[in-house]
């Protein structure tokens, strides 16, 4: 018991193997009134203490679900299974009042939305102190130098005038500084960042970044970056995780993934990124849409948009294989394949089956020119 | 702050003149309350009714054009003169101690109703909420369904049963009748403290019980419904995610922001709350502002009328005022200039 | 350009995308709403008090004449009695659950017209319009309803009509409110955009684009308002003020009957209270079960 208190103080290296977090076979499963959704499906990773890993998916894949469920913040109904070992502690099935010590103290989350994170009726101060007081015994003006100073570190102007103020005074960009702010105020030693850039404007999204650089450069802490930009990931990552339907389906270090992606998916993800040398060309998209999570189709989850699929593949579920070196895996029966292909054709003939119906007809007269 | 109360302080005053002109208008379409006793006048006494009639007529104010009453009356109105009854039949009474008096007695039940309302409709919500589906919500939503569903006066004629039933319990084991379910003690509340605050609550708390009633059940409704709203925003979560209990995520965090809504549905209860008050005092035979109503519309007594409308909507006025500023303390973002 | 994809390449089938099948919302809202007992016990009810009303007259042998001797106790010639005057009281409910049935759709369709009316036009068109609204809105708030009720259903002695006319004249408000507000946070989305872009006219925009959106409420809000209209037209004639003969409702006979109360006729106030209790209750029902069924949000996960 002592150890798990020491545990969930701030910053310290909760394992001598230096890993932050180890996840094994993490399910979330919800029931409705359609069936039972399976939001998440046996999902193993191990985070390393100082290391950035990238979530990349789509929406519905399960890259906020899971991290939601680390943090025991789904809704009761939801059936979580499996082990995620923080440090030596479970967190899958930790009571309650454990739980809350390690939320916001051990492991931090940013939320995707900073327009509507914040408490409209608190100061942005008060919320921070908040969130300092909640682990530290300490009295109202100790809490405010460390809001302050938090603030500072985040790199909001005039921080003593700002903390007093209401969220509402805030721009979007500034919000969600200061919610990072709330993440670190405690030191945790694992930040989770849900899509912290979407809901923002590109030029903020580049400033929201840097400060999460600064982070990374700057503490111990690990940090879990969900996102469906994946342009955003090269920029901090070092390694990533690619999921579809609930699952991995691709998981490396960043340089890996991103030059020698062994899954269609991953694949098709990469090409459907607009780049300098495809200017002119039309975009490759991945047709079809995801799956539902109520009932899946049997085999793996991603042929029924995969041009590579065959009649395996359909029947089961690919596991999730090491290809080519260690910790590089793929969830794909046919990876070699994927190796062998190139990976910018791989979705273009697919694409182009039907262009020809979309191209205008050149024998009849234009209703509109603009010159 | 005060730029604002002074700013609502005269669109009011403009209001209520609007109000008093269509309040005076809609007495005129009540009729004449002469025109009976006229007729009856002119039957017994055919050659000398008419020289009555007039002096009754002129006595009651009610012989000059529309316009020039309405004067009248206004200038009197805000100078503390109210008129008096006009029915010839009874020597003429003021409007201006009656109305008072009523009132008194009316206002008191009204506030304390209003906020008992209010403070546990709150609170009984913001649990429903949190423990929904439980067997509590289903209790106080199956409470509320009812409370809708029955008229304000069958519940104080119920209330008013029950109370004779318990009345005849304390009787049968050797005690005074204690709850009083028929009429206001006219000399109102006589002896020690201790013994007016005894006779107080005897006299207040079935009224009180009957008015809250349904008040209390829309408010608990309205305070659930926010409350779920509220549950579900994304701050909640965050507040969640930094660890702090959950009591203080919903007492603090959640609470307030879910009781915005609620002063802007009490605000615009208050009206209702006024008419409940009329109905409750009929069937416990007070003589508050709705006996005053009923007697005095049947009665066709112009300036009773008047007054009553306008002492209410005064008090309508001021309630909305404490509510808009009540509004602004809560929440932040609503600025007051 | 070479092929130097050696992999063979079949074209996504979409026929293997399992997915669950969409519903169209009117069938999702009926299907939610009729797994509501409640809701249906309510809307059943309903149904059968409406039938009871304005069909039963045809059955039933007795007229509201006082043809009968009075007091009769409850019996299979008359299963409710008669009343002190000698009418049968099955036939004097049938009539009142009529008017006040009538009285109630009456208010209900004044407040929803008037409500959502001025509600769309002050939130949408803003500015002037929106002031001079909002301060007929304080306006009506600061004059007691149940006066402006009363006295007029004194000076038209009583008729039905009248009293349903000023009850929704007094009560339309609250609804102004509600679709003011709605419609302001609606003016700002997309759809209103595109809209004005394809030239409509700003009516057109209020009552074909906006209103829709707004109909959850609107049909909650009406149903709602109909149990409204019959416990206040009720608690109006109760106190006298309200529905006078020649025409009835079940507001007029409490109050013939209260006078009964502490005799042993008692059963005939208590019998036409239960008539108004149940149309409260069943028009509730259906209303908080539509609620629900319109609300995407109220989703109950089983637990």
Same mark, same amino acid.
């Given at each position: 018991?002592? #150890?798990?208190?020491?545990?969930?103080?701030?910053?310290?290296?909760?394992?001598?193997?230096?890993?932050?977090?180890?996840?094994?076979?993490?399910?979330?499963?919800?029931?409705?009134?359609?069936?039972?959704?399976?939001?998440?499906?046996?999902?193993?990773?191990? *985070?390393?203490?100082?290391?950035?890993?990238?979530?990349?998916?789509?929406?519905?894949?399960?890259?906020?679900?899971?991290?939601?469920?680390?943090?025991?913040?789904?809704?009761? !109904?939801?059936?979580?299974?499996?082990?995620?070992?923080?440090?030596?502690?479970? *967190?899958?099935?930790?009571?309650?009042?454990?739980?809350?010590?390690?939320?916001?103290?051990?492991?931090?989350?940013?939320?995707?939305?900073?327009?509507?994170?914040?408490?409209?009726?608190?100061?942005?101060?008060?919320?921070?102190?908040?969130?300092?007081?909640?682990?530290?015994?300490?009295?109202?003006?100790?809490?405010?130098?460390?809001?302050?100073?938090?603030?500072? !570190?985040?790199?909001?102007?005039?921080?003593?005038?700002?903390?007093?103020?209401?969220?509402?005074?805030?721009?979007?960009?500034?919000?969600?500084?200061?919610?990072?702010?709330?993440?670190?105020?405690?030191?945790?030693?694992?930040?989770?960042?849900?899509?912290?850039?979407?809901?923002?404007?590109?030029?903020?999204?580049?400033?929201?970044?840097?400060?999460?650089?600064?982070?990374?450069?700057?503490?111990?802490?690990?940090?879990?970056?969900?996102?469906?930009?994946?342009?955003?990931?090269?920029?901090?990552?070092?390694?990533?995780?690619?999921?579809?339907?609930?699952?991995?389906?691709?998981?490396?270090?960043?340089?890996?993934?991103?030059?020698?992606?062994?899954?269609?998916?991953?694949?098709?993800?990469?090409?459907?990124?607009?780049?300098?040398? !495809?200017?002119?060309?039309? *975009?490759?998209?991945?047709?079809?849409?995801?799956?539902?999570?109520?009932?899946?189709?049997?085999?793996?989850?991603?042929?029924?948009?995969?041009?590579?699929?065959?009649?395996?593949?359909?029947?089961?579920?690919?596991? *999730?294989?090491?290809?080519?070196?260690?910790?590089?895996?793929?969830?794909?029966?046919?990876?070699?394949?994927?190796?062998?292909?190139?990976?910018?054709?791989?979705?273009?003939?697919? #694409? #182009?089956?039907?262009?020809?119906?979309?191209?205008?007809?050149?024998?009849?007269?234009?209703?509109?020119?603009?010159? | 702050?005060?730029?604002?109360?002074?700013?609502?302080?005269?669109?009011?005053?403009?209001?209520?003149?609007?109000?008093?002109?269509?309040?005076?208008?809609?007495?005129?379409?009540?009729?004449?309350?002469?025109?009976?006793?006229?007729?009856?006048?002119?039957?017994?006494?055919?050659?000398?009714?008419?020289?009555?009639?007039?002096?009754?007529?002129?006595?009651?104010?009610?012989?000059?054009?529309?316009?020039?009453?309405?004067?009248?009356?206004?200038?009197?109105?805000?100078?503390?003169?109210?008129?008096?009854?006009?029915?010839?039949?009874?020597?003429?009474?003021?409007?201006?101690?009656?109305?008072? @008096?009523?009132?008194?007695?009316?206002?008191?039940?009204?506030?304390?109703?209003?906020?008992?309302?209010?403070?546990?409709?709150?609170?009984?919500?913001?649990?429903?909420?949190?423990?929904?589906?439980?067997?509590?919500?289903?209790?106080?939503?199956?409470?509320?369904?009812?409370?809708?569903?029955?008229?304000?006066?069958?519940?104080?004629?119920?209330?008013?049963?029950?109370?004779?039933?318990?009345?005849?319990?304390?009787?049968?084991?050797?005690?005074?009748?204690?709850?009083?379910?028929?009429?206001?003690?006219?000399?109102?509340?006589?002896?020690?403290?201790?013994?007016?605050?005894?006779?107080?609550?005897?006299?207040?708390?079935?009224?009180?019980?009957?008015?809250?009633?349904?008040?209390?059940?829309?408010?608990?409704?309205?305070?659930?419904?926010?409350?779920?709203?509220?549950?579900?925003?994304?701050?909640?979560?965050?507040? @969640?995610?930094?660890?702090?209990?959950?009591?203080?995520?919903?007492?603090?965090?959640?609470?307030?922001?879910?009781?915005?809504?609620?002063?802007?549905?009490?605000?615009?209860?208050?009206?209702?709350?006024?008419?409940?008050?009329?109905?409750?005092?009929?069937?416990?035979?007070?003589?508050?502002?709705?006996?005053?109503?009923?007697?005095?519309?049947?009665?066709?007594?112009?300036?009773?009328?008047?007054?009553?409308?306008?002492?209410?909507?005064?008090?309508?006025?001021?309630?909305?005022?404490?509510?808009?500023?009540?509004?602004?303390?809560?929440?932040?973002?609503?600025?007051?200039? | 350009?070479?092929?130097?994809?050696?992999?063979?390449?079949?074209?996504?089938?979409? $026929?293997?995308?399992?997915?669950?099948?969409?519903?169209?919302?009117?069938?999702?809202?009926?299907?939610?709403?009729?797994?509501?007992?409640?809701?249906?016990?309510? =809307?059943?009810?309903?149904?059968?008090?409406?039938?009871?009303?304005?069909?039963?007259?045809?059955?039933?042998?007795?007229?509201?004449?006082?043809?009968?001797?009075?007091?009769?106790?409850?019996?299979?010639?008359?299963?409710?009695?008669?009343?002190?005057?000698?009418?049968?009281?099955?036939?004097?409910?049938?009539?009142?659950?009529?008017?006040?049935?009538?009285?109630?759709?009456?208010?209900?369709?004044?407040?929803? +017209?008037?409500?959502?009316?001025?509600?769309?036009?002050?939130?949408?068109?803003?500015?002037?319009?929106?002031?001079?609204?909002?301060?007929?809105?304080?306006?009506?708030?600061?004059?007691?309803?149940?006066?402006?009720?009363?006295?007029?259903?004194?000076?038209?002695?009583?008729?039905?009509?009248?009293?349903? +006319?000023?009850?929704?004249?007094?009560?339309?408000?609250?609804?102004?409110?509600?679709?003011?507000?709605?419609?302001? =946070?609606?003016?700002?989305?997309?759809?209103?955009?595109?809209?004005?872009?394809?030239?409509?006219?700003?009516?057109?925009?209020?009552?074909?684009?906006?209103?829709?959106?707004?109909?959850?409420?609107?049909?909650?809000?009406?149903?709602?308002?109909?149990?409204?209209?019959?416990?206040?037209?009720?608690?109006?004639?109760?106190?006298?003020?309200?529905?006078?003969?020649?025409?009835?409702?079940?507001?007029?006979?409490?109050?013939?009957?209260?006078?009964?109360?502490?005799?042993?006729?008692?059963?005939?106030?208590?019998?036409?209270?239960?008539?108004?209790?149940?149309?409260?209750?069943?028009?509730?029902?259906?209303? $908080?079960?539509?609620?629900?069924?319109? $609300?995407?949000?109220?989703?109950?996960?089983?637990?």
């Amino acid at each position: 018991m002592a #150890a798990e208190a020491e545990l969930f103080s701030s910053g310290e290296q909760p394992s001598a193997s230096g890993l932050a977090l180890s996840v094994r076979d993490l399910s979330v499963e919800f029931p409705t009134e359609d069936g039972t959704v399976r939001a998440v499906r046996d999902i193993s990773f191990d *985070l390393h203490a100082g290391e950035v890993l990238a979530v990349v998916g789509e929406s519905g894949s399960g890259k906020s679900v899971s991290s939601l469920a680390l943090m025991g913040l789904l809704p009761k !109904t939801a059936k979580i299974t499996g082990s995620v070992k923080f440090g030596d502690a479970e *967190l899958i099935g930790m009571p309650e009042k454990q739980l809350r010590k390690v939320r916001g103290n051990g492991i931090a989350m940013i939320f995707q939305d900073p327009m509507t994170s914040l408490n409209p009726v608190y100061t942005v101060g008060w919320q921070l102190a908040e969130a300092y007081q909640a682990h530290h015994k300490v009295n109202r003006k100790q809490a405010w130098t460390r809001v302050l100073e938090v603030l500072e !570190t985040v790199g909001i102007p005039q921080p003593d005038r700002r903390a007093k103020q209401y969220p509402f005074e805030f721009s979007g960009g500034m919000r969600q500084r200061v919610m990072i702010a709330m993440a670190v105020i405690n030191d945790p030693t694992i930040i989770i960042a849900d899509e912290p850039t979407t809901a923002l404007d590109v030029t903020v999204q580049a400033q929201v970044l840097d400060t999460l650089r600064q982070l990374r450069d700057e503490t111990s802490a690990a940090i879990i970056l969900i996102t469906h930009d994946l342009g955003v990931v090269t920029g901090i990552a070092d390694r990533v995780q690619v999921m579809y339907a609930g699952t991995m389906v691709e998981t490396g270090t960043v340089h890996t993934v991103f030059t020698r992606a062994r899954m269609p998916y991953t694949v098709g993800l990469l090409s459907s990124i607009p780049r300098a040398d !495809t200017v002119g060309t039309r *975009l490759t998209p991945i047709k079809g849409a995801p799956p539902s999570l109520i009932k899946m189709p049997p085999g793996c989850p991603f042929s029924p948009r995969c041009p590579l699929t065959r009649a395996d593949c359909q029947s089961a579920e690919p596991g *999730l294989v090491t290809v080519d070196e260690i910790d590089h895996r793929a969830r794909c029966w046919h990876w070699d394949e994927v190796a062998a292909a190139d990976p910018r054709l791989l979705f273009a003939a697919a #694409a #182009a089956t039907d262009i020809d119906d979309v191209l205008p007809d050149p024998e009849v007269d234009p209703e509109l020119v603009i010159e | 702050m005060a730029r604002y109360v002074l700013r609502r302080l005269l669109v009011s005053v403009v209001l209520l003149l609007v109000a008093s002109f269509v309040c005076f208008l809609l007495v005129q379409a009540l009729g004449d309350p002469i025109a009976e006793w006229a007729a009856g006048q002119r039957q017994r006494n055919p050659n000398g009714a008419d020289a009555a009639i007039a002096a009754a007529y002129q006595r009651a104010g009610l012989d000059t054009p529309l316009l020039t009453r309405y004067w009248t009356w206004l200038t009197g109105f805000v100078t503390g003169d109210w008129g008096t009854t006009v029915n010839p039949g009874q020597t003429p009474q003021e409007v201006q101690p009656k109305i008072m @008096h009523s009132l008194w007695i009316t206002i008191r039940l009204v506030l304390t109703a209003e906020l008992l309302a209010i403070a546990l409709g709150a609170v009984v919500g913001v649990i429903s909420a949190v423990k929904r589906y439980s067997w509590f919500d289903y209790v106080l939503t199956a409470f509320t369904f009812l409370m809708f569903a029955l008229p304000l006066f069958c519940i104080a004629v119920l209330l008013k049963i029950g109370g004779i039933q318990f009345n005849n319990v304390l009787q049968a084991n050797g005690m005074d009748r204690w709850l009083v379910t028929a009429g206001y003690p006219p000399g109102g509340f006589t002896g020690s403290f201790g013994n007016q605050v005894y006779q107080y609550i005897g006299v207040y708390l079935l009224p009180t019980l009957c008015l809250m009633a349904i008040s209390f059940a829309l408010y608990s409704r309205y305070e659930r419904a926010s409350m779920l709203d509220v549950l579900g925003a994304d701050y909640i979560r965050t507040a @969640h995610a930094k660890g702090i209990s959950s009591k203080r995520v919903i007492w603090k965090h959640a609470f307030r922001n879910a009781l915005i809504p609620l002063v802007t549905v009490g605000s615009l209860s208050i009206g209702s709350a006024f008419a409940g008050a009329i109905i409750t005092e009929t069937v416990f035979g007070w003589q508050g502002m709705g006996y005053i109503l009923v007697q005095n519309v049947n009665r066709k007594e112009p300036y009773m009328i008047l007054a009553f409308m306008m002492v209410t909507a005064v008090f309508i006025i001021l309630f909305n005022l404490i509510a808009d500023i009540a509004y602004t303390l809560l929440d932040p973002r609503i600025r007051l200039d | 350009m070479t092929d130097t994809i050696r992999a063979k390449v079949t074209p996504p089938t979409t $026929d293997r995308e399992f997915t669950v099948e969409a519903r169209s919302r009117g069938r999702v809202v009926f299907s939610r709403f009729a797994r509501n007992r409640t809701a249906l016990i309510g =809307s059943i009810t309903l149904i059968i008090l409406v039938l009871f009303a304005f069909l039963g007259g045809l059955f039933w042998h007795a007229g509201i004449n006082p043809d009968y001797k009075s007091f009769e106790p409850p019996s299979a010639q008359h299963p409710f009695g008669t009343d002190q005057l000698g009418r049968d009281m099955l036939a004097l409910i049938i009539k009142g659950t009529q008017f006040s049935l009538l009285i109630a759709i009456v208010v209900a369709l004044m407040v929803t +017209v008037i409500g959502v009316t001025l509600g769309a036009i002050a939130g949408y068109v803003g500015g002037a319009v929106d002031s001079l609204i909002n301060r007929l809105v304080e306006l009506m708030l600061i004059l007691p309803a149940i006066v402006i009720v009363g006295v007029m259903a004194i000076r038209f002695e009583g008729s039905w009509i009248m009293v349903a +006319v000023f009850l929704g004249l007094t009560t339309w408000m609250t609804l102004t409110r509600v679709i003011r507000g709605m419609v302001l =946070s609606l003016r700002e989305k997309e759809f209103v955009e595109a809209a004005k872009a394809l030239g409509a006219s700003t009516m057109r925009i209020i009552f074909k684009h906006i209103v829709p959106n707004c109909a959850d409420v609107i049909i909650v809000s009406a149903t709602l308002l109909i149990a409204q209209a019959v416990l206040f037209e009720a608690a109006l004639s109760f106190i006298g003020l309200g529905v006078r003969p020649p025409d009835t409702s079940l507001g007029l006979l409490i109050n013939e009957t209260q006078s009964y109360l502490p005799t042993a006729n008692a059963w005939l106030f208590w019998i036409t209270l239960l008539f108004i209790v149940l149309i409260s209750l069943s028009v509730n029902f259906m209303g $908080d079960g539509l609620r629900d069924a319109l $609300d995407p949000r109220a989703n109950r996960v089983r637990a």
